[in-house]
């Protein structure tokens, strides 16, 4: 059964960036055999105290009754939801959840924001992960010459390419494989070729580790990597790509060869000892107790001075010239400023804004976030969320043979990852993507996979690659390819994720469909803007497939994923209507909707009564419908 709908796309909202004090419309949308309404409108809870606002009814338009209203933005973060009664009394409320009811938590509240909005290019980005020490190694690859004249630093344990990765200590963390900047920037084509335009680059500081994690300083870059030239050259040539660079910064930690900690420990009476937890004995604070990452403590005004806050900052450095990176992904961002009773992680993260702000607006702020990220995530710094719990974990769950192991770093709390339905899926994903404003939704990354996980393809049942992808890419947020995926690489737990990249092999069977599939889905994504901001509304679920539609004003896109043999019908008046270029009108008699990209054979079906798409086995489909008619305001 059709329920009313709103989100928070433009379709719904005059304006997803306001002012604080600003007036926005809002609108909904109530289907066809709802039932009568005596009064429609928004509750919102400006102040902590409810106010309700009447929408007045726009009109019909095919079939659907809009109604509008007029919500002011009177706190930074402004909650709403919606409210309809019916002639008979039953009351509904809508929110991002979905329909109920009875009365619904402001947890859960459609939100406006008026804190400084993510670029415009965030939405419209697709996201490729490098690790540098296994993406490319270039002609004159420092890690080479440093070898020949054992100069390597004592803590790397050299490997050549094509060396399994080692998964136990110390080789986990100090195999080194000589991947560099110039590598990555060699093969940038590959990047081209795939669509991607954003590059996201794990840390380039000197450390004590492969994964660099462990700072040694963030006053340069990695000599091994090829130093700061490298990094500038490599920006630059992305650039003139079309692809933007950002970096990952640690702002929990440092490692413990830091010269900040390491002139803490030998001076307890220096300006860097209050950069630290220290205790009378000496100890100290680390992440998760690993004494190599000593824990920052962010009450320092000079630790702020030195890393976040103003032009001479560590965040600052590299947006600026010759740097010019486009923004950072802050490792353990949820962590970040928390100890026991302390908590300032919203200091942290608006100050680092704040700089950003000051230096670049053009830049995006993504913070990792492992749990429930919604409560840090609403519009006041972080654009957008590394998490797992709107997106991958459900993904797995519903996509994973049952009883695969859950592997390090996805974050289950038992050893075999559950087995979902679509339909448990579909549930997962709303609960926790309702704690973020829309706008947040957008620059959040999807991810199937990170350098933190098992590769996606080690347990996935058969042929669901393009289903995943597929939903990545459709879905609202940030699609996102760790590099090697696209070549149907495998792995059981986030180190051996952290596979050298197997150049050559793109022609091979075993890799050139997958790498092709990548392709498509993102030339699908890029070539419909719909797809990276449109709403988004959400139409069958089975056990074993759902449907959803993106929606916007030009153009609509109905997706279908499946991972077995599958049936879902679709009520006619769930799909929009108005012929639009390009797009036939799918209520007209035996008229099917321009296929786009699909894999497998998911088949649309035509009839008077209502529509169905039928797969005999996993699918991912995708047609053309028209844009979204609606009256005039």
């Given at each position: 059964m059709l329920t009313p709908h709103h989100d928070g796309s433009p379709l719904h909202v005059s304006n997803p960036a306001p002012a604080l004090g600003?007036?926005?419309?809002?609108?909904?949308?109530?289907?066809?055999?709802?039932?009568?309404?005596?009064?429609?409108?928004?509750?919102?809870?400006?102040?902590?105290?409810?106010?309700?606002?009447?929408?007045?009814?726009?009109?019909?338009?095919?079939?659907?009754?809009?109604?509008?209203?007029?919500?002011?933005?009177?706190?930074?973060?402004?909650?709403?939801?919606?409210?309809?009664?019916?002639?008979?009394?039953?009351?509904?409320?809508?929110?991002?959840v979905g329909l109920s009811s009875i009365e619904t938590r402001d947890h859960d509240d459609f939100r406006l924001v008026s804190h400084e909005p993510a670029p415009g290019w965030a939405a419209e980005s697709v996201m490729y992960q490098v690790f540098p020490d296994r993406f490319a190694k270039s002609a004159d690859a420092p890690f080479d010459e440093l070898r020949a004249r054992g100069e390597l630093p004592a803590w790397a344990m050299p490997a050549e390419w094509g060396d399994p990765v080692d998964p136990e200590p110390p080789g986990r963390s100090q195999q080194v494989y000589g991947g560099d900047l110039d590598g990555v920037r060699e093969r940038l084509d590959h990047l081209v070729g795939l669509g991607v335009n954003l590059l996201y680059l794990t840390p380039v500081f000197p450390a004590r580790s492969n994964h660099r994690y462990d700072a040694s300083t963030f006053d340069r870059v990695d000599e091994l990597l090829g130093g700061d030239d490298a990094l500038v050259r490599l920006v630059e040539a992305a650039h003139a790509r079309g692809i933007r660079v950002i970096g990952d910064l640690t702002s929990n930690h440092s490692g413990d060869a830091h010269e900040w900690f390491r002139t803490a420990q030998a001076d307890p009476a220096s300006a860097e000892r209050s950069f630290y937890f220290f205790g009378p004995d000496g100890s100290y604070e680390s992440w998760l107790g690993v004494p190599s990452l000593p824990k920052f403590d962010w009450s320092s005004s000079e630790l702020r001075r030195r890393f976040v806050e103003g032009p001479d900052s560590v965040v600052a450095k590299y947006l600026k010239p010759p740097f010019g990176l486009d923004g950072w992904r802050i490792d353990v961002a949820n962590m970040t400023g928390r100890l026991g009773a302390v908590d300032l992680n919203a200091e942290v993260r608006r100050t680092i804004r704040r700089t950003m702000l000051d230096v670049n607006p053009d830049t995006i702020l993504l913070g990792e976030s492992t749990n429930d990220a919604a409560s840090d995530f609403q519009g006041d710094a972080w654009h957008g969320a590394m998490t797992y719990t709107p997106f991958t974990r459900p993904l797995w769950s519903w996509l994973q043979r049952p009883g695969s192991p859950a592997g390090g770093g996805i974050g289950f709390a038992r050893n075999a990852v559950p087995a979902f339905t679509a339909r448990d899926f579909l549930e997962a994903h709303l609960r926790f993507a309702a704690g973020f404003p829309w706008r947040t939704r957008i620059a959040t990354m999807n991810a199937l996979d990170t350098h933190d996980t098992p590769r996606f393809l080690t347990h996935a049942?058969?042929?669901?690659?393009?289903?995943?992808?597929?939903?990545?890419?459709?879905?609202?947020?940030?699609?996102?390819?760790?590099?090697?995926?696209?070549?149907?690489?495998?792995?059981?737990?986030?180190?051996?994720?952290?596979?050298?990249?197997?150049?050559?092999?793109?022609?091979?069977?075993?890799?050139e469909?997958?790498?092709?599939?990548?392709?498509?889905?993102?030339?699908?994504?890029?070539?419909?803007?719909?797809?990276?901001?449109?709403?988004?509304?959400?139409?069958?679920?089975?056990?074993?497939?759902?449907?959803?539609?993106?929606?916007?004003?030009?153009?609509?896109?109905?997706?279908?994923?499946?991972?077995?043999?599958?049936?879902?019908?679709?009520?006619?008046?769930?799909?929009?209507?108005?012929?639009?270029?390009?797009?036939?009108?799918?209520?007209?008699?035996?008229?099917?909707?321009?296929?786009?990209?699909?894999?497998?054979?998911?088949?649309?079906?035509?009839?008077?009564?209502?529509?169905?798409?039928?797969?005999?086995?996993?699918?991912?489909?995708?047609?053309?419908?028209?844009?979204?008619?609606?009256?005039e305001t």
């Open positions: 600003e007036v926005v419309r809002v609108r909904l949308r109530v289907p066809p055999g709802f039932g009568p309404l005596e009064w429609v409108g928004t509750r919102s809870n400006p102040n902590r105290e409810p106010r309700f606002d009447e929408a007045r009814r726009l009109g019909e338009a095919s079939g659907w009754d809009w109604y509008e209203a007029s919500v002011e933005v009177e706190n930074p973060v402004h909650g709403y939801r919606w409210l309809l009664v019916g002639v008979d009394g039953r009351q509904h409320w809508l929110n991002q049942r058969p042929a669901t690659v393009p289903v995943a992808f597929g939903l990545a890419a459709t879905m609202p947020g940030i699609p996102v390819v760790w590099a090697g995926d696209e070549f149907a690489l495998t792995g059981a737990d986030g180190e051996a994720s952290r596979t050298p990249m197997p150049w050559g092999s793109e022609a091979d069977p075993a890799v469909p997958t790498l092709a599939a990548y392709r498509a889905l993102i030339a699908l994504r890029r070539a419909h803007p719909v797809l990276a901001t449109g709403g988004i509304r959400w139409l069958a679920a089975s056990d074993d497939a759902i449907a959803f539609v993106r929606e916007a004003t030009d153009a609509s896109v109905l997706v279908f994923a499946a991972r077995g043999a599958a049936r879902l019908g679709l009520e006619s008046a769930a799909l929009p209507q108005a012929g639009a270029d390009g797009a036939a009108d799918v209520t007209a008699p035996g008229a099917v909707p321009a296929a786009l990209v699909s894999f497998g054979e998911p088949r649309f079906e035509a009839s008077g009564a209502g529509h169905a798409i039928e797969t005999d086995a996993a699918a991912f489909g995708t047609w053309l419908l028209p844009g979204v008619a609606a009256p």
